[in-house]
């Protein structure tokens, strides 16, 4: 079987070295998710096809697969007039990426507040640590607002 996109190898290894450490994804994950973002005219790329070209088995393909659509990096799409599955990158990512960063910084806050009352319940009295934590807040905010205007626009 032939590659279906066309990808240039040196971009393609960067992407895999990138999204191994940025999305913490096994090799082979690494390996399918960066191949798919090779897919611009989004024509899909098959099961067989991820086999075939990485060589890998069916179950670690299958296993990655699993692993890319549990973490919503990739979609796959069954079409009317075929039985097998096209899959590409989820082009709601960077919007679901982004949503769970601002929902780790809405619990930090929320820590960091519920810290600030037992502290104040224990008669804990630290000015300085006390101006830093609320420096702290206001950038955590800062960057909830900043980065919730900017997926309103995507």
Do not use: H, W
Not at 32 to 44: A, H, Q, T
Not at 47 to 55: T, Y
Not at 142 to 153: G, P, R, W
């Amino acid at each position: 079987m032939n590659k279906s996109i066309e990808i240039d190898e040196k971009i393609f290894q960067d992407a895999v070295k990138f999204c191994s450490t940025m999305f913490n994804l096994p090799p082979l994950a690494s390996k399918i998710y960066s191949y798919l973002i090779f897919d611009f005219e989004k024509v899909g790329i098959t099961f067989d096809e991820f086999v075939d070209v990485f060589s890998a088995s069916k179950s670690s393909v299958s296993t990655n697969i699993k692993l890319l659509l549990n973490a919503q990096l990739i979609i796959d799409v069954n079409k009317i007039d075929e039985r097998r599955r096209y899959f590409y990158t989820n082009t709601e990512y960077k919007k679901v990426r982004f949503e769970k960063i601002v929902q780790k910084m809405q619990d930090e806050l929320n820590l960091i507040e519920a810290l600030r009352k037992f502290r104040k319940l224990k008669k804990v009295d630290d000015k300085d640590f006390e101006d830093k934590m609320e420096v702290y807040k206001s950038l955590l905010n800062k960057n909830i607002v900043n980065i919730q205007e900017s997926l309103n626009k995507l």
